[in-house]
């Protein structure tokens, strides 16, 4: 039996901008993102923990559609 220790989550990345890492403030294990409009690196990941998604760029809610 083998046991597979997680160490990240799944990366939220979207195109080919360059990518930060972030920790969760969870569990403190990291993903890489790249949404232009992070502030916060310490929060809970956006589909497994619960965080709010990350704003993907071309897709700003602000811009309408
Ligand atoms: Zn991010």
Not at 7 to 19: F, K, N, Q, S, V
Not at 33 to 52: A, D, F, R
Request: proline share 12%; with cysteine.
């Amino acid at each position: 039996m083998t046991i597979v220790k997680i160490e990240t989550l799944p990366d939220m990345i979207y195109g080919t901008r360059p990518a930060h890492k972030h920790t969760s403030s969870v569990s403190g294990l990291s993903w890489q993102c790249n949404s232009p409009y992070c502030e916060e690196m310490v929060i809970p990941h956006p589909s497994e923990e619960g965080g709010l998604p990350p704003i993907i760029q071309g897709r700003e809610p602000w811009k309408g559609r």
